[in-house]
T-cell receptor, first 115, second 113 residues
């Protein structure tokens, strides 16, 4: 099956700093990548959808200036949490999809802790 | 409106028994896809099975089968011969026009030895 990697798997940062999370599709070209946020024992909350070479589409309520998404190539998307605050602490998961039926293949997730 | 509902927050099943996880959906799109994902405690989301809205037969993948009842708008996941490693969160998801995905709230499955 398709493999998606995510780096780092865990990160602890201080309040006010920025953190970059990378998402890579290792063995296929992802036309679309998605970024989700998941709170403990909750479902995934879609943050944004990004297509290679174009601006990300953010879901309502997600601050685009705070969560910067770049989809530079068909195999790489990055999420940068700028000026992180403790309330940004969460589990962030990326996914990638390609052709029909467009199933999403997920990365292993990144646990962000802001102190 | 697009909506996907999982009404079972938690389920228990005896090892080697079969279990059904419920999922209902609502969409006005004529073409859609239904997916099930497994999320073990490690956090990774694992794709299990897919059913297209025009597929005539129910999807099967090993011990997983999807009981697709289009008129009832349900897409229940059936896991046969449960194993201890099946203990995890299970999410039902729907893809509609524009490649938009909607996830259910999940069902926590515990397999009892």
């Amino acid at each position: 099956g398709a493999v998606v990697s995510q780096h780092p798997s865990r990160v602890i940062c201080k309040s006010g700093t920025s953190v970059k999370i990378e998402c890579r599709s290792l063995d296929f070209q992802a036309t679309t990548m998605f970024w989700y946020r998941q709170f403990p024992k909750k479902s995934l909350m879609l943050m944004a959808t990004s297509n290679e070479g174009s601006k990300a589409t953010y879901e309502q309520g997600v601050e685009k200036d705070k969560f910067l998404i770049n989809h530079a190539s068909l195999t790489l998307s990055t999420l940068t949490v700028t000026s992180a605050h403790p309330e940004d602490s969460s589990f962030y998961i990326c996914s990638a999809s390609s052709g029909f039926p467009y199933e999403q293949y997920f990365g292993p997730g990144t646990r962000l802790t802001v102190t | 409106a697009q909506k996907i509902t999982q009404t079972q927050p938690g389920m228990f099943v005896q090892e080697k028994e079969a279990v059904t996880l419920d999922c209902t959906y609502d969409t006005s799109d004529p073409s859609y896809g239904l997916f099930w994902y497994k999320q073990p405690s490690s956090g990774e989301m694992i794709f299990l099975i897919y059913q297209g809205s025009y597929d005539q037969q129910n999807a099967t993948e090993g011990r997983y089968s999807l009981n697709f009842q289009k008129a009832r708008k349900s897409a229940n996941l059936v896991i046969s011969a449960s194993q201890l490693g099946d203990s995890a969160m299970y999410f039902c998801a729907m893809r509609v026009t524009g490649n938009q995905f909607y996830f259910g709230t999940g069902t926590s499955l515990t397999v009892i030895p």
